[in-house]
């Protein structure tokens, strides 16, 4: 009876153990949205190499999002990374220089989203909405490399919301592609995730146009204005290119949900969850 209360602390002691590279799963920005002028804002964290002993325990990151009008939401997010562990190199088939690259790095680094999408209600507590939107943001690794990219994504999700519980679940589909890569080693762009792809001749870092799947499962519980937020996700690389990411990139992230809507305000008229038609 009591395997449930310990899944998470499972999931985040894996979290915690997987060497990722260059690419770090974020949160999705899931809005919930049944009607027009609701606005919704989202503090979290994401936990992050606490059983490691050293980098940062904990990314924090923002969400906002806002109905003008109804079947039309619109998010923004900042995302961050703080003093994370990781390898410049995956584990195997690792360059000539493999002595220089395959220590520890700290990557840090941030990114600012924005979107927009169509939402409505399905029957009296159900919701779909689809999202998608633009990314820019850049990536550090110490005095290795600094990396600018944009990112490109679509975020169908579906789920239900009533007066004190909310659950959605999607999946996020993006394309990120880095523009700029600053190093003291010139050949970097070209060793840097190459060397697992199977090409005999190195290929450009710049050129490649990374591909990512990353279904989520969205939970929110409080009253009225503000409530408690759990999220859990993964991501998985598509296409022909060597992989960015580790072997386990899973993500978890908590966080404190403040809302407005104009439900909340008038509850004799609309009711708790009532659908938008």
């Not at 979290?15 to 990722?20: A, F, G, M, N």
């Not at 493999?98 to 990114?111: E, K, P």
Request: aromatic share 16%; proline share 6%; hydrophobic share 35%.
């Amino acid at each position: 009876m009591r395997q449930p209360v310990y899944l998470p602390l499972v999931f985040l002691v894996l979290l915690s153990s997987c060497s990722e590279r260059l690419y770090y799963p974020d949160r999705a920005n899931v809005p919930a949205f049944r009607e027009a002028h609701e606005l919704k804002a989202v503090l979290s964290v994401k936990p992050q190499d606490f059983m490691d002993g050293g980098g940062s325990p904990a990314c924090p990151a923002a969400d906002v999002a806002y109905a003008p009008i109804n079947h039309l939401g619109i998010i923004a997010s900042y995302r961050t990374i703080v003093n994370r562990d990781a390898y410049l190199y995956p584990v195997s088939g690792k360059p000539e220089n493999y002595s220089v690259y395959n220590t520890s790095v700290a990557i840090n680094g941030h990114r600012f989203e924005g979107g927009a999408g169509y939402f409505t209600g399905l029957g009296r507590k159900g919701i779909f909405e689809i999202y998608g939107g633009y990314g820019n943001g850049v990536v550090k690794g110490q005095d290795k490399f600094t990396a600018n990219y944009n990112r490109f994504f679509l975020q169908p999700e579906a789920g239900f919301r009533s007066s004190r519980i909310s659950l959605m679940g999607g999946i996020r589909v993006a394309m990120q592609q880095y523009y700029k890569l600053q190093s003291p080693d010139s050949t970097l762009r070209y060793n840097i995730d190459t060397y697992q792809n199977g090409f005999n001749a190195p290929v450009d870092f710049l050129s490649q146009h990374f591909i990512f799947v990353e279904p989520f499962i969205n939970f929110e519980v409080g009253y009225k204005y503000v409530s408690f937020n759990m999220q859990f996700g993964f991501t998985t690389q598509t296409g022909y290119y060597a992989p960015i990411t580790s072997d386990l990139p899973v993500y978890a992230s908590f966080g404190a949900v403040f809302q407005l809507s104009p439900s909340f305000n008038d509850r004799k008229k609309k009711g708790a969850g009532h659908a938008v038609e």
